[in-house]
């Protein structure tokens, strides 16, 4: 299948807050997740990367789905979530 001509597509398998893919690794590396403040998430992502992350990024592939005819190999990031691919880029060098 070929998708449009200036088509944009998403590969997502679903809309998963950041929230719960932050509860879910700090739970895999046994630290405890919290809530930025507005200034805090200002000054760890600045001021455009604050605004975007404090609003619910549902993210969908429908149009992928039906234009290209794609399916997920995941079913969202929460399952590779624990894997040890990604422990260890998480986990710093001593």
Known sequence: MEGRPG???HAVAGGV???W???RVAADLDVT???L???EATGVRGEFGAL???V???IRAVRAQQDLGWQAS???MLTMIGEERLRRLATPTR
């Open 7 to 9: 088509g944009l597509y």
């Open 17 to 19: 807050p950041d929230r």
């Open 21 to 23: 893919i932050a509860e």
């Open 33 to 35: 997740a919290r809530s």
């Open 37 to 39: 403040t507005p200034e």
């Open 52 to 54: 975007i992350m404090s």
């Open 56 to 58: 619910s990024g549902r």
């Open 74 to 76: 995941h079913a969202d």
